[in-house]
Every structure is written in structure tokens, then in C-alpha cells.
């Protein structure tokens, strides 16, 4: 809207036209009383600040840069989620960046021409206040150029130099699930493991390995190299682990811990095509929390990523306003053990 209308508002509020772009672009000079009575004013009339007006009146574009590696899996968009709705109650519009993951053979991301753009082009082009990074690995230029943009930047899931991340415990959420095994009595228990084909630097496959190592070794139990299978984090790949795994009738394990849910599909599927019954013959658990899980029965620890996005958001907003008072961010984030039908005592004889 132009001048007339925030000169409406400021009629009815009783103040200037200066008085009612401070007080709506967050200024610590207006008072909490008069603040109160631009908003009200500014409500009653419908007016909306101009995006552009407010950035070149406050230095601020009131606007959020979230960047995924994927745009179409679970785990990521409900981190998005989570963090859309804290941004978005706290004021701010959200842009939406698809940073295309590293390849093996493209450890810097140089032959990737949509990732280049946007570390050369895009972030300088569209003005954002700040940036929340899920779960992305960047190159030394990368970071170099977030760094050039002066802005604060959170990250979830994947440690960044010199950037606040918030991220679960992965070693301590795959002990959980290990635990939880073996406190049902199992002593036979695989481990079908994540592995992705890019970003070597990723740790979540490795802190989950070492969580089932720990947790079999903490318990006096030798890891049978036979029963660790490593897959993609599909159900596809989590059906072929499986039945490597299963297809020996001679030693099979009681119970396999898979390191998603995803991969957990997958040995559920393995499991009904050997006909072994879950958990009479196989007990399965898988760690994420997926929806998908409460329909099949999965015993599964849930990281809550919806979370984990709000935490991440939360953050930022400190960052970005810290002369408001925003909701405290945790010092850890939370998991929990859902057990469902999937898990149960091995059979006797087993």
C-alpha cells in the first residue's frame, strides 16, 4: 500500500506516518503502548507493510532462506515443516532453496550446475535475513561464500564450522534401539546400516554403526561380521540387505536394527517374503519416527525432525532478533523409544 494508507493509520492511531513505520518494522524507539496502538490501528484498516519498504526502513527483508539437499523425502520436509511454522508465527516469509547434494565425484559441487548457481547467483540475488541449513555438506567455497553474505546462518543435522547446529544424539539414539532389543532378551540381533552415495563427511551412518556397536559391546556380545549389512536409506535397499542376511535358515538372527525406518520397510518386506513372522521369528526396529510406521506396527525411535526444525528456527530467530524474546531453544534435542508390534521376546528355543 502507499502513503495514503500508512497515513490513514497514522491518523487513527494518533501519530505520524514516522512513528507507524517504526513501530511496524519492530524499532526499540516506539514505546510498547504506542506499538500497540499502530497494530491495532494497522489491523482494523488491513494495511500491510510493504516487504520492500520495511527492508530499506529497517535493513531487514523480513525473510528466511532454508536450504535442503531434497525436496521430495520425508525426513527434510518435515524439518521444513516444523520450521515454516516457527518462522512464519514469528513474522517472516520463508524462501525455499533445493541445494542439490554432492556427488562422489563432485566433492566441491563445480559440476553441478543448479548448486553453482546458487551459491553464485541466487543467495546474493534474493535477500534473506538469515539462512537455516538442513542436513547439507558444503565445500570450502561454499561455506565461503554464506560466510561473504554477513547473515546469520543455523544448521540441523550436518556440523558446519563455525555455525550453531542442532542435531539428535545419534550414538545415543542407536544404543536406544539396540537396548531396547536386548532388554526383550535378544542376543542375536543384525544390523542393517545406512550408506549414502555422496557427502563423505556425513556422520549419521557412522555414529549409528557405532551405537549398535557400543550398545552389543556394553552387553558382552561379539558383532557377527555376517549380520551387518549396509544399505541406502530405502526401503529397496533395506529389502536386498535383508535378505542377505535371512536367507542363511541355519543362523539367523532373532532381531535386526535397522537404521531408518525406510530400511526397516524394506527387512519387514524380506522378512513376510522367507515367511518368518514379526516378532514371533524376527523382531525389527528402525529409528525416525516415519507416519508410515504406526500403520505397519514398526517399533521405532522418533527423533521428532518436526522439531528439530522449530529448534533450528528458534535459534536463528535469536539471532536475527535478539532484542525479542523468543521461546528458549534446547540444549539437546529429544528421541524416544515407540514400541509397537514389530518387537517382543525371542521365542524360547529361539
Given at each position: 500500500m502507499g502513503d495514503v494508507s500508512i497515513q490513514k493509520v497514522a491518523e487513527l492511531a494518533g501519530v505520524s506516518t514516522a512513528t507507524v513505520s517504526r513501530a511496524l518494522a519492530g524499532k526499540q524507539s516506539v514505546s510498547a503502548q504506542t506499538r500497540e496502538k499502530v497494530e491495532a490501528a494497522a489491523k482494523e484498516l488491513g494495511y500491510v507493510v510493504s516487504a520492500t519498504a520495511s527492508g530499506l526502513a529497517s535493513g531487514r527483508t523480513r525473510a528466511v532462506g532454508i536450504m535442503l539437499p531434497y525436496l521430495d523425502r520425508w525426513f527434510f520436509t518435515t524439518v521444513m515443516a516444523g520450521a515454516h511454522r516457527e518462522l512464519t508465527d514469528?513474522?517472516?516469509?520463508?524462501?525455499?532453496?533445493?541445494?542439490?547434494?554432492?556427488?562422489?565425484?563432485?566433492p566441491d559441487g563445480t559440476a553441478n550446475p543448479r548448486r553453482a548457481r546458487l551459491f553464485e547467483e541466487s543467495l546474493l540475488r534474493r535477500r534473506v535475513d538469515g539462512l537455516l541449513l538442513v542436513t547439507l555438506?558444503?565445500?570450502?567455497?561454499?561455506?565461503?561464500?554464506?560466510?561473504?553474505?554477513?547473515?546469520?546462518?543455523?544448521?540441523?543435522?550436518?556440523?558446519?564450522?563455525?555455525?550453531?547446529t542442532f542435531a539428535v544424539d545419534n550414538l545415543a539414539v542407536a544404543?536406544?534401539?539396540v537396548s531396547h532389543l536386548l532388554e526383550l532378551g535378544h542376543r542375536d540381533i543384525a544390523y542393517v546400516g545406512g550408506v549414502?552415495?555422496?557427502?563423505?563427511?556425513?556422520?549419521?551412518?557412522?555414529?549409528?554403526?557405532?551405537?549398535?556397536?557400543?550398545?552389543?559391546?556394553?552387553?558382552?556380545?561379539?558383532?557377527?561380521?555376517?549380520?551387518?549389512?549396509?544399505s541406502e536409506y530405502t526401503s529397496e535397499?533395506?529389502?536386498?540387505?535383508?535378505?542377505?542376511?535371512l536367507s542363511d535358515r541355519e543362523h539367523r538372527p532373532t532381531a535386526v536394527f535397522a537404521a531408518s525406518d525406510e530400511i526397516a520397510y524394506g527387512v519387514l518386506m524380506a522378512a513376510r517374503e522367507l515367511d518368518l513372522r514379526v516378532p514371533e521369528d524376527l523382531s525389527i526396529i528402525g529409528i525416525d519416527g516415519h507416519p508410515t510406521g504406526s500403520v505397519l506396527g514398526l517399533t521405532t525411535i522418533d527423533q521428532h525432525p518436526a522439531q528439530q526444525g522449530a529448534v533450528?528456527?528458534?535459534?536463528?530467530?535469536?539471532?536475527?532478533?535478539?532484542?525479542?524474546?523468543?521461546?528458549?531453544?534446547?540444549?539437546?534435542?529429544p528421541f524416544e523409544l515407540i514400541a509397537r508390534q514389530s518387537t517382543a521376546a525371542p521365542r524360547v528355543g529361539a
Open positions: 514469528a513474522g517472516y516469509d520463508v524462501t525455499l532453496y533445493h541445494c542439490e547434494p554432492h556427488r562422489l565425484n563432485d555438506s558444503l565445500a570450502p567455497a561454499e561455506r565461503a561464500r554464506l560466510s561473504s553474505l554477513d547473515k546469520p546462518v543455523v544448521a540441523i543435522d550436518r556440523p558446519q564450522p563455525d555455525v550453531p544404543k536406544a534401539a549414502i552415495p555422496y557427502d563423505l563427511d556425513f556422520q549419521v551412518p557412522v555414529l549409528r554403526r557405532a551405537g549398535y556397536d557400543t550398545a552389543m559391546a556394553e552387553a558382552g556380545i561379539p558383532v557377527r561380521p555376517h549380520w551387518i549389512e549396509e535397499g533395506g529389502y536386498a540387505a535383508a535378505r542377505s542376511i533450528g528456527a528458534r535459534a536463528l530467530l535469536h539471532a536475527l532478533e535478539p532484542e525479542v524474546e523468543h521461546a528458549p531453544v534446547p540444549a539437546r534435542l
